[in-house]
């Protein structure tokens, strides 16, 4: 049985199923609120979501069951009296020992030691942040992406949007910009060298070989092999190297899924065409991956954080929603898509566990 | 003390109670004695910077208030969701 816990606009959402047929909706939460982000915590269980109240301001929640009683957690704000206040989280993502982070607009980043009952600024970065020139993407000053290092819980990468990448080896202590290589073809030419102005979309780590990572990029889709210092660029052979969300198959570091937009100026899929498109081999080749998934008339936005996957493999699982509140999925790594929902409030984000 | 009208969620987090009397010379004030009484109260009206959050209206005698608005021991304070922030 999978779980699927979907953020929309209207509500966390609680799938469950098998691949290849409709998944059952197991119980709706947050009824009328915007769920910005919900996750499964693999060490304790429990079930812990993002809410973005447009009168009451972003809150963390967790619950034993996501059927069940909701508790709001501590220390999820800004250091008080200062010009700031905290718009968002986006993301929260488990850490290697046990803890979990959380990452939000204004470009900050929490970290948990307790399942998410409390949770602590990272001050390291929030300095940076406070007397950096730091400015915000479409969506917002959002660090959208947490990438932990498999087996060595002080390493961490992040990626803000749009002050590119930064990592840590020293558990937040210290940090240090990862971007050689990205390239914003939305500055004029004279600002290249000197910017930091970075629009990560979205980044990942690949979990059996930690130094190699992949973003999708604002423009772009990049590969790093040296744990994101240096970037290159493997968006050729895409329809468009434009798009939000990303996933890999953690059992192949030379795998990455993607799923192009048209461009900045028209986020929606290529053609009313709706394809996934897969690399094995680091980015050197796509292949489309579209067989089951709307082929005409079908002009989808899917978000950042909208795309996730569970299990590895030939058996790997791969499900993203759309804002126009379909979710589709696959059981074969892409080979094949199913419906699982339809008719949802606009998904913003999607996580799969088993 | 004023007498504090809250509606919504709010009420909830602060005893279940539709009014009560809360001391502060200014809506400010009488926010932050809110959160002292009911400490589930804080951060759901003002943010971290003491400003109220942009969708909630706080009225004081049925005109509209702002963190500096002066509260008189009579007066009644009512704390409500701005009908701006639902969107669609």
């Given amino acids: 049985m999978t779980e699927l816990l979907l953020g929309t606009k209207k509500g966390l959402f609680a ?27 693999p060490a304790s269980g429990r079930a812990i979501a993002t809410s973005t109240s447009p009168f009451y301001g972003p809150k963390i ?14 220390g999820v704000a800004l250091p008080e009296g200062g010009d700031r206040a905290l718009e968002r989280i986006w993301v929260i993502v488990p850490g290697d020992d046990g803890n979990l982070y959380a990452g939000g607009d204004p470009g900050v980043l929490f ?26 993407g479409g969506g917002g000053l959002c660090l959208h992406s947490i990438a932990p290092w498999p087996g060595e819980p002080d390493k961490l990468a992040v990626a803000v949007s749009a002050a590119g990448v930064w990592l840590t080896e020293d558990h937040g202590a210290t940090w240090s910009r990862g971007n050689r290589g990205i390239v914003p073809r939305y500055l004029p030419e004279e600002a290249l060298e000197d910017t930091f102005q970075l629009c990560v979309h979205r980044m990942e780590r690949a979990s059996r070989d930690p130094e190699r990572m992949f973003i999708q990029f604002h423009g772009g889709v990049y590969r790093s092999d040296d744990a994101g210092q240096n970037w290159t660029a493997i968006g050729e052979g895409l329809p468009s190297d434009f798009g939000f969300p990303l996933a890999l198959d953690p059992s192949d570091p030379d795998s990455a ?10 986020r929606v899929t290529p053609e009313g065409h709706v394809r996934v498109y897969e690399t094995r081999d680091g980015g050197a080749t796509w292949t489309p991956r579209g067989d089951g998934l709307p082929s005409a008339q079908a002009y989808l936005t899917v978000l950042r954080r909208a795309f996730d996957r569970a299990g590895e493999g030939s058996s790997l699982q791969l499900y993203f929603g759309a804002t126009s509140g379909d979710v589709f999925g696959s059981g074969d790594a892409g080979a094949s898509w199913f419906t699982a929902a339809t008719r949802l409030p606009p998904v913003f984000s999607v996580t799969a566990s088993e | ?17 539709a009014e009560q009397e809360v001391a502060g010379a200014t809506v400010h004030e009488l926010l932050c004695a809110l959160e002292d009484l009911h400490p589930a ?35 009644r304070v009512e704390i409500l969701p701005a009908i701006t922030g639902g969107g669609t």
């Fill in chain 1, 15 to 41: 799938l469950e199923g098998e691949p290849g047929s409709a998944f059952e909706l197991r119980c709706r939460a947050f009824a009328g609120e915007p769920i910005d982000f919900a996750v499964r915590d």
């Fill in chain 1, 61 to 74: 929640w967790f619950a034993e069951d996501p059927a069940g009683e909701w508790t709001q957690a501590e």
């Fill in chain 2, 41 to 75: 109260v804080a951060g759901w009206i003002l943010d971290e910077r003491g400003a109220i959050r942009r969708h909630i209206n706080v009225f004081v005698n049925g005109e509209r208030g702002r963190e500096r608005t002066v509260v008189g021991t009579a007066d």
């Fill in chain 2, 1 to 17: 003390m004023a007498v504090v009208c809250l509606h919504g969620p709010l009420r909830n987090l602060a005893g279940a109670r």
């Fill in chain 1, 257 to 266: 899924y993607v799923i192009p937009l048209t461009g900045d100026f028209d």
């Fill in chain 1, 111 to 136: 970290e948990s030691r307790d399942a998410g009952a409390t949770w602590e600024l990272n001050g390291a970065l929030w300095e940076h942040r406070v007397n950096e020139d730091w400015q915000p």
